[in-house]
């Protein structure tokens, strides 16, 4: 991945649109001519530049790697006036196999660390070859992280994690950030239960391996009563292929992060969850899922029919199955944003599941998703 030009990997402060000439540098060492181009777009939040800075880091990566020597690249980078974000990496060398103009969704490219960031913070973001050559990837993103400048009341946070320092550094960050409050902690599963029902958070924080009551357990009670059943539950943990947090989605957690992710990804992984979405933009996600759906024994219940959905219902579930937002869904299936989110609701009623993350489950385990999102979808 490119790099500043020290060499060394990035630290705090958090590179920002201030060091993107630096990654043009960096490009033209490398044989690219690089063009960039930023317009209006100061004074933009740390974890939005931050976001940015990321994107053209990558995007120009691939250039690099893939466009080949003496190629053109043009980097813009703006705001509108209506405050969205929109960057642009455009280069005119070989780009790679695929019809011009139809977006790619695969992992090719770096694409899914790019759009697992770009939907943390409710974006879109379309990728793919252009006519007569080259590769183009443009994103678009709001110019404040979901749920900051939406909402009057700020998200009220339940940490729950067997260790002291995790659950006081996990408090801090969500005390010092905007429209986020921490209103307590627990040290057990059967804690987080108790103070899910006394506090009535919006979001809980939940680490699975506590004493007692383990995090799976905690998560189902809170899921299943219908005097918790509004708080949203957002698993920690420390591997990324952790059979428990499969379980754990399965008794009906939002989604899950690992606990050495980014201050500004957890953040906005909590307005997500708040937002009554699911968490599944991190590739770990459908890994895991589809790992552990294959497994024997891995579901407790019959797999779920699909003998009720229309062809379009089970291409969208596929969509939703491979981490696509529902704008990028729109995008990709050329329709609109809310005919993509009428078919959500019917695939949510006629499947009986929670949310999103239920969703995944039951399309890995009904075999209608058979292989990894980036290794593309098989479907029965």
């Known amino acids: 991945m490119l790099r500043g030009d020290s060499g060394r990997a990035e630290t705090a402060p958090p590179p920002g649109l201030d060091d993107l000439p630096a990654l043009a540098r960096r490009a033209e060492r490398a044989g690219v001519r690089t063009e960039l181009r930023t317009h209006a777009a100061d004074g933009l939040p740390a974890g939005t530049a931050l976001t940015v800075y990321r994107i053209v880091q990558e995007a120009l990566t691939n250039v690099v790697k893939h466009a080949g020597d003496g190629a053109h690249c043009r980097v813009t980078v703006g705001v509108d006036s209506g405050r969205e974000v929109r960057v642009e990496v455009v280069d005119d060398g070989k780009g790679s196999p695929g019809a011009p103009g139809r977006p790619v969704f695969d992992g090719g490219h770096g694409l899914v660390?790019?759009?697992?960031?770009?939907?943390?913070?409710?974006?879109?973001?379309?990728?793919?070859?252009?006519?007569?050559?080259?590769?183009?990837?443009?994103?678009?993103?709001?110019?404040e992280p979901r749920g900051v400048n939406d909402v009057t009341d700020p998200v009220r946070v339940l940490v729950a994690d067997d260790q002291s320092l995790l659950r006081g550094s996990f408090r801090v960050l969500v005390d010092t950030a905007p429209g986020l409050t921490a209103v307590g902690e627990a040290a057990t599963g059967a804690e987080a239960v108790?103070?899910?029902?006394?506090?009535?958070?919006?979001?809980?924080?939940?680490?699975?391996?506590?004493?007692?009551?383990?995090?799976?357990?905690?998560?189902?009670?809170?899921?299943?009563?219908?005097?918790?059943?509004?708080?949203?539950?957002?698993?920690?943990?420390?591997?990324?292929?952790?059979?428990?947090?499969?379980?754990?989605?399965?008794?009906?957690?939002?989604?899950?992060?690992?606990?050495?992710?980014?201050?500004?990804?957890?953040?906005?992984?909590?307005?997500?969850?708040?937002?009554?979405?699911?968490?599944?933009?991190?590739?770990?996600?459908?890994?895991?899922?589809?790992?552990?759906?294959?497994?024997?024994?891995?579901?407790?219940?019959?797999?779920?029919?699909?003998?009720?959905?229309?062809?379009?219902?089970?291409?969208?579930?596929?969509?939703?199955?491979?981490?696509?937002?529902?704008?990028?869904?729109a995008t990709y299936l050329h329709l609109s944003n809310g005919t993509v989110k009428t078919y959500i609701g019917r695939l949510l009623s006629k499947l009986r599941a929670r949310d999103r993350a239920q969703l995944v489950i039951s399309a890995y385990e009904s075999g209608l998703v058979t292989a990894s999102p980036w290794e593309g979808d098989a479907t029965a």
């Open 194 to 329: 108790e103070g899910a029902r006394r506090l009535r958070p919006d979001v809980v924080l939940m680490d699975i391996r506590m004493p007692g009551m383990d995090g799976i357990e905690a998560t189902r009670h809170i899921a299943g009563s219908p005097e918790t059943a509004s708080a949203r539950v957002l698993i920690l943990t420390t591997f990324d292929l952790d059979e428990y947090v499969y379980g754990a989605l399965r008794a009906g957690a939002a989604g899950f992060l690992l606990k050495d992710t980014s201050p500004e990804v957890l953040l906005a992984g909590i307005r997500t969850v708040a937002a009554g979405e699911a968490l599944l933009a991190p590739s770990v996600t459908r890994r895991l899922i589809a790992e552990f759906a294959r497994l024997p024994g891995a579901a407790p219940g019959p797999a779920p029919s699909l003998g009720e959905l229309t062809d379009r219902e089970r291409e969208v579930l596929v969509l939703v199955a491979r981490g696509l937002s529902n704008a990028d869904i």
């Open 113 to 143: 660390g790019m759009r697992e960031r770009v939907m943390m913070y409710n974006g879109t973001l379309n990728a793919g070859p252009r006519p007569g050559g080259g590769f183009a990837v443009t994103a678009r993103l709001p110019p």
